[in-house]
């Protein structure tokens, strides 16, 4: 299966990026976990937490959120010969998510150091996907930190997982299908890039 995949990702960097998991009548509140939570819940049997931020230096050297494991954009995102990038066709999601350990029964909880850019690309994948466990880490890294939370070097020992996906493509916006329904007033077309990319 081959995906055209011209990610919609703004809305989720608004998501994490402004609002607090605990906002009063904030919809969607399981998607962003504050960190106080996350130290609580750090022993839970199926919780998966992902490092995902910018460089794995990072991870190894400054010290990671115990029992994460880290994850590069560039292994979640693939590059296509005209430009940008797609999502990963199911079978490479599949192998992708079961080496980090992950079932379809897994909580998984995402964080980075990019205010949410690698970690929502995860969370796209994993939406489209059918996945229907995860979260953004409120403030990412820098908000663990804040809260004087503790870090680690020990890296965990991951046990690979089957995955089985169910790849919901009605998630996905194609270029084509952005030009067919550009008309559409119930369309809002939202441009994420830099103001130099625009």
């Known amino acids: 299966m081959k995906f055209k995949a011209w990610g919609l990702?703004?809305?989720l960097l608004l998501l994490c990026g402004t609002v607090s998991a605990n906002a009063a009548g904030y919809p969607n509140q399981q998607f962003l976990v504050e960190p106080g939570w996350l130290a609580k819940h750090l022993k839970d049997k199926n919780l998966r937490i992902v490092d995902m931020r910018?460089?794995?230096k990072?991870?190894?050297e400054d010290g990671h959120i115990e029992g994460a494991a880290y994850l590069s954009v560039s292994a979640i995102r693939m590059p296509v010969?005209?430009?940008g990038f797609r999502l990963p066709t199911q079978t490479e999601g599949e192998k992708i998510l079961g080496s980090l350990g992950i079932s379809r029964e897994t909580m998984v909880v995402i964080y980075d150091d990019a205010g949410g850019?690698?970690?929502s690309r995860l969370f796209f994948t994993l939406d489209v996907f059918g996945h229907q466990k995860m979260a953004?880490?409120?403030g990412g890294i820098q908000a663990w930190k804040a809260a004087d939370l503790p870090l680690t070097h020990e890296v965990p020992k991951t046990a690979p997982r089957s995955y089985?996906?169910?790849v919901n493509l009605e998630k996905v916006a194609s270029a084509e299908?952005?030009?067919h329904n550009l008309k559409n007033p119930q369309l809002l077309l939202v441009d994420a890039r830099s103001p130099k990319e625009f």
Request: hydrophobic share 40%; glycine share 12%.
């Open 9 to 11: 990702l703004a809305s």
């Open 54 to 56: 910018t460089d794995s």
């Open 58 to 60: 990072g991870y190894d």
């Open 81 to 83: 010969e005209t430009g």
């Open 117 to 119: 850019l690698n970690g």
């Open 136 to 138: 953004l880490l409120n």
């Open 164 to 166: 089985r996906a169910k």
């Open 177 to 179: 299908w952005i030009v």
